[in-house]
């Protein structure tokens, strides 16, 4: 490979939007056959905004809204930035929590005026040993059927809420994913949000639901990037998040959205600058291209 035809292909890369690490990426990304998308920020905008509140009997729901929103006012998540921006609008000023953990992949825990706090996923409330009163899980199945995502509240030992959020997809993401399609390449869809959330997703921009791997820790993104590799696929995984980062580095080729966090970026070979997941095709094709001229 001549070394000026390799930078020209960077340099074009640039004019598409995608920074390229490094002239021997364009190798990788010639050779993908497999494109594994994070959902939340990647497919869809990772914009949330709340869209109901649900309480158990007897709970009033502003308080729910704003013990919840507290502690949410402490993380970054884009559940955590929709509950705590409504929780404000509504309830006023939000207390500082005494507390606070983030709980990767299941939510967020900790203390706000003395109460002991939880949001997050049933299976973080079934951690501390609480299940959820029948008007509660009915609220859950109800938002997981209508393809939203949905976490509860608790504090002092009960389940007191639970808050539907929604994300809208990036008016640009089924396009892209045809693209790929086009380039023959298989897209699957990556994601620590419940089955019922994912495969709606998968279905409005073009992904087969056989290629949704759903409630997946972010520890274990890695390891399903990795199976896939020991299957003989060579795999790109595109994704914005902290939870991305190790399944990026893993991946034969990682792409992140500009738009991500930094952490995603450093981890990963090419990144999309305006976030817009066409670039993804975009560098792949050009890679084929710049490559071909070489050869
Ligand atoms: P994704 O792969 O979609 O980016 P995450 O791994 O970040 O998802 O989170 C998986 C699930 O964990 C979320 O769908 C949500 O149910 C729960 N969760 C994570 N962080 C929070 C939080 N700050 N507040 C409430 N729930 C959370
Ligand atoms: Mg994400």
Not at 88 to 96: D, Q, S
Not at 132 to 160: N, Y
Not at 264 to 292: C, F, M, P, Q
């Amino acid at each position: 490979a001549t070394p000026t035809a390799l930078l020209v292909g960077t340099g074009r890369g640039a004019q598409l939007g995608v920074l390229i690490r490094g002239p021997e990426v364009l190798e990788s990304t010639r050779r993908v056959d497999t494109v594994v998308l994070d959902k939340t920020g990647t497919v869809t905008e990772g914009r949330m905004t709340l869209l109901s509140v649900a309480t158990a009997d007897g709970e009033d729901e502003a308080e729910v809204l704003r013990l919840a929103g507290a502690l949410e006012n402490a993380s970054e998540h884009p559940i955590a930035r929709a509950v705590a921006a409504e929780a404000a609008e509504r309830t006023g000023e939000l207390p500082t929590p005494e507390d606070f953990t983030n709980v990767a992949g299941l939510g967020v825990q900790g203390v706000v005026e003395g109460h002991a706090v939880l949001v997050g996923r049933e299976r973080l409330l079934a951690d501390w040993a609480l299940t959820l009163p029948p008007e509660l899980e009915r609220a859950l199945a109800e938002a997981a059927a209508a393809g939203r995502t949905a976490v509860a509240v608790a504090w002092d030992g009960a389940a007191r809420g639970v808050l539907v959020v929604a994300d809208a997809i990036k008016p640009t993401s089924a396009r892209a994913i045809a693209e790929l399609r086009q380039l023959g390449l298989t897209p699957m869809l990556l994601t620590g949000d419940n089955e019922r959330v994912a495969a709606s997703v998968a279905r409005a921009v073009g992904i087969d639901e056989a290629r949704v791997i759903a409630e997946v820790m972010p520890s274990e993104k890695a390891d399903v990037v990795a199976r896939l590799k020991a299957e003989g696929r060579v795999v790109a995984m595109v994704g914005d998040g902290v939870n991305d980062a190790a399944a990026l580095a893993t991946a034969d080729l990682g792409l992140a959205m500009g738009t991500g966090t930094d952490v995603a970026i450093e981890a990963a070979d090419l990144t999309l600058v305006s976030g817009d997941l066409r670039a993804a095709g975009d560098a792949i094709r050009l890679a084929r291209r710049t490559l071909s001229t070489i050869k």
